[in-house]
């Protein structure tokens, strides 16, 4: 993990040459980590939700709300909100 990280991380800031805008923001990190994992598992959410040591549920949550690229699923760049006890 921390080795796709830090490539991830060089890979930007050599695009980004000084424009420090141009690095990935820790939710564009989040959202690529997520999408890394789901390959790496052949698309298996369970095993991704373990990997990161979250429910199901919860990774279902971050994958229904912002698209990601190249998957149809989505991810969310927020943690995942309590259910409502209205």
């Given at each position: 993990?921390?080795?796709?990280?830090?490539?991830?991380?060089?890979?930007?800031?050599?695009?980004?040459?000084?424009?420090?805008?141009?690095?990935?923001?820790?939710?564009?990190l989040?959202?690529?980590?997520?999408e890394?994992?789901?390959?790496?598992?052949?698309?298996?959410?369970?095993?991704?939700?373990?990997?990161?040591k979250?429910s199901?549920?919860a990774?279902?949550?971050?994958?229904?709300v912002?698209?990601?690229?190249?998957?149809?699923?989505?991810?969310?760049?927020?943690?995942?909100r309590?259910?409502?006890?209205?």
């Amino acid at each position: 993990m921390i080795k796709y990280l830090e490539v991830l991380i060089k890979d930007r800031r050599r695009a980004a040459g000084e424009d420090p805008e141009a690095l990935p923001t820790l939710d564009e990190l989040k959202a690529e980590y997520i999408e890394y994992l789901l390959d790496r598992t052949f698309q298996n959410k369970t095993e991704t939700a373990r990997i990161l040591k979250i429910s199901r549920t919860a990774l279902y949550y971050r994958l229904s709300v912002q698209p990601m690229g190249g998957h149809d699923s989505c991810v969310c760049l927020t943690s995942p909100r309590p259910p409502s006890s209205h």
